[in-house]
T-cell receptor
């Protein structure tokens, strides 16, 4: 079955440490997205990528970095510069912008906490 | 910029009650509208969508009609079940301006259904 796989499900970060969240999709989608979800808030866009080797900052990119070396993979690194990283992180993919009536498909998320 | 406003929750209902979750939006172009559902500890699942004015999206007994004149996309279900307990997100995807297909989310509405 096609879908999006995020790993790990739970992740703990020590102060000053970078951590990387994995996102893999086998839907053959060109576009991929990272969102952050905080309690009582909607999802906020961190980074997005329309195509391999290209990505753009979203609304809250500070303290995060991404890469898109393969179509299937869009890992997110939470750097030590992100001072409030505790949140639920969701990865999504879709057909790119011209297909606005196409939904985004989401993974099951990674919950990041600070030790 | 684009924005989505949902009715504040949480919403608590008895089984078989009628559900309405209000959603209004502001967009610069002609957006597609979506309702997503999130069960505890999971990612978002697409519930239904509508891509143009007066379209009605429906799935699993849920319905929402795209009302351009009132810029609304209210979610309704005639008889809720305990299994419908989840967080519901209204979202829009606008092709106007940047065409990267960004989703703009409401803040989410928590629904709890009691037996």
């Amino acid at each position: 079955d096609g879908g999006i796989t995020q790993s790990p499900k739970y992740l703990f970060r020590k102060e000053g440490q970078n951590v990387t969240l994995s996102c893999e999709q086998n839907l053959n989608h060109d576009a991929m997205y990272w969102y952050r979800q905080d309690p009582g808030q909607g999802l906020r866009l961190i980074y997005y990528s329309q195509i391999v080797n290209d990505f753009q900052k979203g609304d809250i990119a500070e303290g995060y970095s991404v890469s898109r070396e393969k179509k299937e993979s869009f890992p997110l690194t939470v750097t030590s510069a992100q001072k409030n990283p505790t949140a639920f992180y969701l990865c999504a993919s879709s057909i790119p912008g011209t297909g606005i009536n196409q939904p985004q498909h989401f993974g099951d998320g990674t919950r990041l906490s600070i030790l | 910029g684009d924005s989505v406003t949902q009715m504040e929750g949480p919403v608590t209902l008895s089984e078989e009650a009628f559900l309405t979750i209000n959603c209004t939006y502001t967009a610069t172009g002609y957006p597609s509208l979506f309702w997503y559902v999130q069960y505890p500890g999971e990612g978002l699942q697409l519930l239904l969508k509508a891509t143009k004015a007066d379209d009605k999206g429906s799935n699993k007994g849920f319905e929402a009609t795209y009302r351009k004149e009132t810029t609304s996309f209210h979610l309704e279900k005639g008889s809720v079940q305990v299994s419908d307990s989840a967080v519901y997100f209204c979202a829009l995807r606008d092709a106007g301006g940047t065409s990267y297909g960004k989703l703009t989310f409401g803040q989410g509405t928590i629904l709890t259904v009691h037996p």
